[in-house]
């Protein structure tokens, strides 16, 4: 089974603070992804990355940074986090090209307060 | 990414099959359809994909109409942890960027 793993289920921060959520998916996979979900806003892409280093900005990449390292780890990261991002995030990842299919870890559940 | 409508809710009896519809009128020749649910508080979870022809894996059964224009997918024998919200999405994963709309919530009657 394709398993992507999460670092942390539930977190809280304080405005300001610097966030780091981690993501590691153990198939090889190229793509990875990070989304967040919002209720009545469905799921939001925030990054992408079809390799490792390389990084795309997806529809909301505003207050975010990604890093890919290493090909099974992707980080999303919240350089100063605000009331705003309190959300689920949720890490992905798919092995690409047509008809693949896209893996989702079980989510971070992140409040600022 | 082509637009699906899925009713916004359904119930169904534990141990019966679970038929669950998806309308994507506007579905374009290199799309797939594809099926996710999502339990509370948990990530979205694949269930099964399709481009024409009918599919079956162990979790379910995709059917879809010969013009795919709209598809159902189907539990077989539904079980009281199948109570979820279940997405139907249509797309060819060109940019990855995924809509899931509103799904269909699913609740399984003991």
């Known amino acids: 089974d394709v398993k992507v793993t999460q670092s942390s289920r539930y977190l809280v921060k304080r405005t300001g603070e610097k966030v780091f959520l981690e993501c590691v998916q153990d198939?090889?996979?190229?793509?990875m992804f990070w989304y967040r979900q919002d209720p009545g806003l469905g799921l939001r892409l925030i990054y992408f990355s079809y390799d490792v280093k390389m990084k795309e900005k997806g529809d909301i990449p505003e207050g975010y940074s990604v890093s890919r390292e290493k090909k099974e780890r992707f980080s999303l990261i919240l350089e100063s986090a605000s009331t705003n991002q309190t959300s689920m995030y949720l890490c992905?990842?798919?092995?690409?090209?047509?008809?693949?299919?896209?893996?989702f870890g079980e989510g971070s559940w992140l409040t600022v307060v | 990414d082509a637009k699906t409508t899925q009713p916004p809710s359904m119930d169904c009896a534990e141990g019966r099959a679970a038929n669950l519809p998806c309308n994507h009128s506007?579905?374009?020749?290199?799309?797939?359809v594809y099926w996710y649910r999502q339990i509370h508080s948990q990530g979205p979870q694949y269930i099964i994909h399709g481009l024409k022809n009918n599919e079956t894996n162990e979790m379910a059964s995709l059917i879809i109409t010969e013009d795919r224009k709209s598809s159902t997918l189907i539990l077989p024998h539904a079980t009281l942890r199948d109570t979820a919200v279940y997405y139907c999405?249509?797309?060819?994963?060109?940019?990855?960027?995924?809509?899931f709309g509103t799904g269909t919530r699913l609740t399984i009657i003991p």
């Open positions: 506007t579905i374009s020749g290199n799309e797939y």
């Open positions: 198939m090889d996979h190229e793509n």
């Open positions: 999405i249509v797309t060819n994963f060109g940019n990855e960027k995924l809509t």
């Open positions: 992905a990842s798919s092995p690409g090209g047509e008809g693949n299919t896209i893996y």
